[in-house]
């Protein structure tokens, strides 16, 4: 097995690892919701602060998400002219498509550590600090950004292959 291979085993687990601890935030998520629901309907009272907790854990499940989901190929695409192309010039699109995108996350994973290492604010609420859910905009970003550099990577070695 080649040292890429087992980079690119290595990222796809964190990958998955990351999105598992995204996803472990939807139940709790789903059970509050729930709560608040029933306390409406019943006692016509709602759960302080469950606004605040559930937009937090929807952020986290988003963010640590948007990797697995590049990982998965669940993201849009729109192929109606591209599929009509012949398959190098199709590579070559998509590859200058993957930098374009990495160029922006890379962006975003930036600017999401400096806004939040500097997040001193708190909710209205229930108080909880946002730097940390600000700090999980460039953890998302940095993982999407590997994943898009594997992309790119596979992209260019199917380019550059002879059959392709």
């Known amino acids: 097995m080649s040292a890429y291979q087992n980079i690119r085993g290595s990222i796809k687990g964190i990958t998955r690892g990351v999105s ?3 996803m472990f935030l939807l139940i709790p998520m789903m059970l509050l919701i729930s709560v608040e629901v029933v306390s409406r309907w019943l006692w016509r009272q709602p759960v302080p602060g469950t606004l605040e907790l559930s937009s937090y854990m929807l952020s986290v499940f988003i963010l640590l998400g948007i990797a ?5 190929k669940g993201h849009v695409k729109v192929t ?4 009509r192309l012949p398959r190098r010039v199709r590579l070559f699109f998509e590859m200058i498509t993957t930098l374009l995108s990495l ?3 890379c962006v975003l994973a ?3 550590w400096v806004v939040g290492v500097e997040e001193k604010a708190v909710s209205d609420m229930l108080r ?5 859910f600000r700090m999980l905009v460039s953890v998302g970003g940095f993982m999407l950004a ?6 790119l990577i596979d992209s260019g070695l199917e380019f550059a292959r002879n059959d392709a």
């Not at 109606?80 to 599929?83: A, G, H």
């Not at 909880?128 to 940390?132: I, L, S």
């Not at 590997?146 to 992309?151: T, V």
């Open 146 to 151: 590997l994943e898009l550099i594997l992309d």
């Open 80 to 83: 109606m002219i591209t599929s």
């Open 103 to 105: 160029f922006i996350i």
């Open 20 to 22: 598992f601890a995204g």
């Open 68 to 72: 697995y989901t590049q990982q998965a």
């Open 110 to 112: 930036w600017q999401g």
């Open 128 to 132: 909880v600090p946002q730097m940390p």
